[in-house]
């Protein structure tokens, strides 16, 4: 199971929300690439970077830390917020991302994200679900789309789609354990997806949970942040 922890953006810093509010906000490291250097000086392969400003304007902003932190470190970077159109995902691509997550525009174009997958790589391309109350949510989590989320994930079902991130924002930023229940659920009626889960990760306990269950990765951001779990422990679970 691959072990992803997250580094989320504001005004170039890395912080952390509670459920998706822009109003909850935490400030955790000033500096994004000392965060990833002590991320990948323990071991860890892979980052979950999300541009939360880029989520909320549309268009992705934090270029230039993406960029950075390529650059400077061997991680393998997934980035996602505010890709909306094809110049925007070229951008993040050459500005050295691995895989490109995109929620927003898959729920309203899922024709041109579609597209994508074909052009682009169905490694390089992964769908972001996200989900509140099996809604599908979008635009940094403030609007309610109408996707189901199980329909969400049955439309892609036949488009060589591979990876799939389920965030569930009633658990993102509240220690209070994964969507077990939601996982085991996806996985039964999508096996051929790679499941990467997200939010809600408390201690270990719960990485052990998602690996018996079949979760290909894992994304870990406030239990690091808050000291519930070491980074030096995190590498031992990939």
Not at 63 to 78: A, F, P, Q
Not at 174 to 198: D, M, R
Request: glycine residues 8%; hydrophobic residues 40%.
């Amino acid at each position: 199971m691959r072990i992803i922890p997250a580094i989320d953006l504001i005004e170039g810093k890395c912080v952390r929300l509670t459920h998706g509010d822009y109003h909850q906000k935490t400030v955790y490291h000033e500096n994004p690439l000392e965060m990833a250097k002590i991320f990948e000086d323990n071991g860890i392969e892979y980052l979950h970077l999300v541009d939360l400003e880029g989520a909320k304007a549309q268009k992705v902003i934090q270029y230039n830390v993406l960029e950075s932190i390529c650059k400077n470190t061997h991680l393998k970077v997934d980035f996602s917020g505010g890709v909306k159109t094809e110049e925007d995902l070229k951008k993040v691509l050459n500005s050295g991302a691995h895989q490109v997550c995109i929620g927003s525009l898959a729920a309203k174009n899922p024709e041109l994200f579609c597209k994508w997958i074909a052009e682009y790589g169905s490694d390089k391309i992964v769908l972001s679900a996200d989900a509140n109350q099996f809604s599908i949510v979008i635009q940094g989590w403030m609007e309610k789309s109408d996707w189901n989320l199980f329909e969400f994930l049955k439309f892609f079902q036949d488009k060589k789609l591979q990876y799939v991130i389920c965030t569930d924002v009633s658990k993102d930023g509240t220690l209070t354990g994964p969507s077990l229940k939601l996982y085991e659920e996806i996985i039964s009626q999508f096996p051929e997806y790679h499941l990467i889960a997200s939010g809600g990760v408390h201690h270990e306990e719960d990485l052990i949970k998602l690996k018996n269950l079949g979760c290909e990765g894992v994304i870990i951001g406030k239990a690091i942040y808050e000291g519930k779990i070491s980074i030096s422990q995190l590498a031992q679970y990939a």
